[in-house]
């Protein structure tokens, strides 16, 4: 007979652990040592909380909850990403070959550049001759094979999936139980 999922509601200290695992997923144990539980507990603290329904629910309600406040989600990523793909160099030289002013400049190319150099040299010029005047521009965008890597990634395009994901807690179990099944009706058979 299934274990009854408990209703209590949780502790402070456990929806404290749930909004630090939001900020960090990658390290529940320090999410639980942020959230007051012991440095020698933590490890098996952060376990029984994941394993915890109610846990889980808090996690995914502030996810979601995070999610409308800024506006940011799968959708957005992807959005950006695609946006980030079909950038054209186009968009910001002249037909000269010499680049744009930034404010006639597409705003993905200004919101998604990885570096942007200039530098400009003014030599002095001898003998009544002119002032000269170098410049040196340098624009680096982002890198497009990362990002159509990102683009395949995505749970709607899978282009990239290498590996079949599988519930191991969930099939393991399955087994676990059917194997009882069969033992306690063995035993009952002799």
């Known amino acids: 007979m299934p ?29 639980a040592i942020t959230a007051g539980y012991s440095a020698a507990t933590a490890v098996n603290a952060a376990s029984r909380l994941m394993a915890d329904p109610r846990v889980k629910e808090r996690i995914i309600h502030l996810r979601q909850a995070r999610s409308r406040r800024t506006k940011i989600d799968a959708d957005y990523v992807l959005k950006r990403l695609v946006e980030i793909d079909q950038m054209d160099v186009l968009d910001i030289l002249t037909d000269e070959g010499g680049l744009k002013p930034v404010s006639q400049w597409p705003k993905v190319w200004r919101t998604s550049l990885s570096a942007m150099d200039i530098n400009r040299i003014r030599m002095a010029g001898g003998d009544g001759e002119e002032d000269i005047e170098s410049t040196m521009q340098k624009v680096k965008w982002p890198d497009k094979v990362k990002n159509l890597e990102l683009i395949g990634k995505h749970v709607g395009v899978s282009a ?29 058979d002799e």
């Open 160 to 188: 990239f999936k290498e590996v079949q994901e599988l519930n191991i807690n969930v099939s393991l179990a399955d087994k676990l139980a059917a194997a009882r099944k069969r033992a306690a009706a063995g035993s009952k």
């Open 3 to 31: 274990k009854p999922q408990s209703t209590k509601p949780l502790t402070e200290q456990m929806v404290r652990y749930c909004e630090e695992y939001v900020k960090n997923p990658d390290d529940q144990t320090a999410c």
